[in-house]
């Protein structure tokens, strides 16, 4: 017949080639990350031992002089965890007497995922403005 096996074999390894770069390329962001760009908390919050940057440095300029300055999350899950996270971004709780800046406006799925990541986030922050009272 016409077909012949080296053909056969070419075929199937470009095949596999195609099928495993894709996967390599979407995989280092975890979905929580994800998540925290798409919900614009980068706005406000860096995370820098994970090289995350604020994505509008711009709007400093429109805060309130007394609003508190947003805290670096490095080390979100050293003081807080995933349940109380939960809570605190859907404002039924606060902190410090205060409620957080912006409700969560994602899916229930995503506040799940997001807090569960944040709450893996325990690097201390290199230059932690300590909550001065
Ligand atoms: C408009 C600015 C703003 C945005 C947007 C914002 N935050 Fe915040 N967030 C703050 C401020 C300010 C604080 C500190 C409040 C305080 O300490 O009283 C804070 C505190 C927190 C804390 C508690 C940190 C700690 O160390 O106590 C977590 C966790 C948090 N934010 C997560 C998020 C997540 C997740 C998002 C995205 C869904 C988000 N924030 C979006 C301003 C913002």
Redesign the pocket.
Known sequence: MSIRPQLIISLSLVLAASLAAPGLAGAEEPEGLK??KA???????TINSLGVKLSASE?KDEKDKD?????D?S??GL??DAAW?RK??KKSVK??G?E???R???SKSELET??TW?ETLKTKPEKSEK?GK
Do not use: S, V
């Open positions: 998540i925290f919900q614009h908390c980068d706005e406000c919050h709007k609003e508190k300055e947003p805290p999350l080390g979100a003081e807080h996270m605190y971004l902190k410090e205060k957080h800046r912006k969560f406006k994602g997001i807090t944040l909550k």
